[in-house]
C-alpha cells in the first residue's frame, strides 16, 4: 500500500449519493458576493479527534463502511458539497457550484503511527504533525469555457489503540461556518442512526434559493477577483506542508476569566457598547498577541453572520456564505502598553456598535476595508475563524463528543479560533499558531494577565 511520512493509505473511495440522486441532472447554485469574496483564498481545514480504541479490522468493517455510507446519504441533501467550483473565463460571469451525475467526494482512510495523546494536547505541538491528517482537494480540471474546482474531500485516521481522527477540506466559497456545521449535524445524525429518519424529523433542509441580493456587490467583488488566475498553467490553491517553524496550541478562557475581564473593561469603559464574552476574548487575545510580535501597525478582522442582521432576514437554513467583515486597525505599542487589554476592548466594542448600528444597514455596497484609509498594509492581520455559537462538540458520529477539535487553516494566515469548550459552553477555546518564539512570549503573557 501507498506510504507518506507516518502515514499509510488503507482505502481510497468516491462516495456519491444513491441512486436516484446522483442521476438526478445536472444542479448549479449561484454565487453571491460573500462566497466570491473566497475564492482565491486558502480552504478550509477541520480536524476531528475521537478517542476510540477499536481494533483495526473493527476499523475497516464497520467504522469505514458506516461512514461511506452515511456520507453518500448526507450528499442527497447537500448536494453542493459532491459538485464542483465553475469559474467562467468570462470576468463578469457569475461563478456556481454544479453537481452532476456521476460527482463524487473523495474519502482516504489511513493509518498513522504520530503520537495521538500528544496531537489532542493543548500544549504548544509542531503544526506540521497536523497535516498529514487533512486531505487536499483534488486537481483542477481546465476547460475551453471555465474551469472545475473540487470544493470537498475527506481523510479519516486510524491511531492504533488510541482513536481516530476525521479531517475535512472545503473551499470557503463553498460556505461559512453555520453551512458547514448544518452539513456536519445530518452527516452525524444519519451516521448514529443508520438512516435518515431522525434527520428529516428534526432538521430543517438546506435553503438553496438566492435569498441575499446584492447584485452590485456581487459584480464588485467579482471584478476585484483575478479569475485569470485559474487558466494559468502553474495555477494551485495554496497547501500546507512541512518542515515549519511554526506550533500550535489552545488555551482556555473560563467564564470566570471571562468575568473578571469583563470588570476590568467595566471600571474603566462603564458605557462601552458590544461588551459580550466574545468581544472581551478578542480584545484579550489580541492584546495578548500584540505583546508576542515585534510588528508596527496590526489589522484585526471580525467575521459578522449577517443572517439575522439583513432587512428582511435570511432564514438560518440559508446554505452558502453569509458573511460581511468588520475591521479594526491599531498601532501595536497601544497595545502593549500598561492598559493595551482596555484599549483592544475600547477599538473592538465601538467598530462592531458602529457596524450593528449603522442606520443604512450591515452590508455596504463596497469592501469593509476601504472605509480604514490606512497609509500601508498592516504587518500583522489577525483573522477570526469560528464562533461559540456553534456547537462544534456536538458533531458525535456514535463515538461521544470529539476528544480534541482542531481548525489548521488557522496556520495559512496566523489567525485566531475562537469556539465554545466541550465541557462548559460558556468557557471558550482559543486556537493559536505562532513561531516557537512568539508561542513562549503569549504563553507568558497570556497566563500573567489572568493571574
Known amino acids: 500500500m501507498p506510504t507518506l511520512p507516518n502515514l499509510t493509505i488503507l482505502r481510497e473511495s468516491q462516495v456519491s449519493p444513491p441512486p436516484p440522486a446522483n442521476v438526478a441532472g445536472e444542479r448549479s447554485l449561484p454565487l453571491t458576493f460573500s462566497d466570491i469574496y473566497w475564492l482565491l483564498e486558502h480552504p478550509l481545514h477541520y480536524l476531528f479527534f ?23 446519504t448526507t450528499l442527497q441533501y447537500f448536494f453542493p458539497f459532491v459538485g464542483k467550483l465553475i469559474v467562467f473565463r468570462t470576468p463578469t460571469k457569475i461563478p456556481e457550484i454544479r453537481s452532476d451525475e456521476g460527482d463524487h467526494v473523495k474519502v482516504t482512510f489511513a493509518e498513522s503511527n504520530l503520537d495521538f495523546i500528544e496531537l489532542t494536547g493543548y500544549n504548544p505541538r509542531n503544526c506540521e ?42 473551499h470557503h466559497s463553498l460556505g461559512d461556518a453555520s453551512t458547514q456545521f448544518r452539513f456536519l449535524k445530518a452527516w452525524t445524525s444519519i451516521a448514529r442512526c443508520g438512516t435518515d429518519e431522525s434527520f428529516l424529523a428534526n432538521e430543517t433542509l438546506p435553503l438553496y434559493e438566492r435569498v ?3 447584485p452590485k456587490l456581487d459584480e464588485t467583488f467579482l471584478s476585484r477577483k483575478k479569475v485569470e488566475s485559474f487558466f494559468e498553467e502553474d495555477f494551485q490553491f495554496p497547501y500546507l506542508s512541512g518542515p515549519t517553524n511554526k506550533v500550535r496550541a489552545s488555551f482556555i478562557l473560563t467564564r470566570t476569566n471571562i ?20 468581544t472581551i476574548t478578542c480584545a484579550y487575545i489580541w492584546s495578548c498577541i500584540a505583546k508576542s510580535r515585534n510588528d508596527e501597525l496590526e489589522l484585526f478582522v471580525i467575521p459578522i453572520d449577517c443572517k439575522a442582521r439583513l432587512d428582511p432576514p435570511i432564514p438560518e437554513a440559508y446554505f452558502g456564505n453569509c458573511l460581511w467583515a468588520c475591521p479594526i486597525a491599531a498601532k501595536t505599542d497601544h497595545l502593549t502598553k500598561k492598559e493595551g487589554f482596555i484599549t483592544a476592548a475600547r477599538l473592538i466594542g465601538e467598530n462592531l456598535h458602529k457596524m450593528l448600528t449603522d442606520k443604512d444597514g450591515i452590508v455596504k455596497e463596497k469592501e469593509p ?28 458520529f456514535g463515538w461521544g463528543k470529539p476528544k480534541k477539535i482542531e481548525k489548521v487553516s488557522i496556520d495559512y494566515s496566523g489567525s485566531i479560533s475562537i469556539d465554545a469548550c466541550k465541557e462548559m459552553y460558556e468557557d471558550m477555546e482559543i486556537g493559536v499558531c505562532l513561531t516557537d518564539d512568539e508561542m513562549q512570549a503569549f504563553v507568558h503573557v497570556f497566563n500573567e494577565g489572568l493571574a
Open 50 to 72: 475521537y478517542e476510540l480504541p477499536v481494533t483495526k479490522t473493527h476499523f475497516m468493517e464497520t467504522i469505514v463502511p458506516n461512514l461511506e455510507h452515511s456520507l453518500s
Open 129 to 170: 504533525n497536523f497535516y498529514h491528517l487533512i486531505p487536499r482537494l483534488e486537481q483542477c480540471v481546465k476547460l475551453p469555457d471555465y474551469v472545475e474546482i473540487p470544493v470537498f474531500s475527506v481523510q479519516v485516521t486510524f491511531f492504533p489503540n488510541h482513536g481516530l481522527s476525521i479531517g475535512m477540506t472545503s
Open 212 to 214: 441575499v441580493k446584492y
Open 259 to 278: 468575568d473578571r475581564l469583563k470588570k476590568k473593561v467595566f471600571t474603566k469603559l462603564p458605557t462601552l457598547p458590544c461588551a459580550s464574552s466574545f
Open 369 to 396: 476595508s476601504e472605509d480604514l484609509n490606512l497609509d500601508r498594509m498592516p504587518t500583522t492581520i489577525i483573522g477570526i475563524s469560528g464562533t461559540p455559537k456553534i456547537k462544534l462538540y456536538e458533531v458525535d
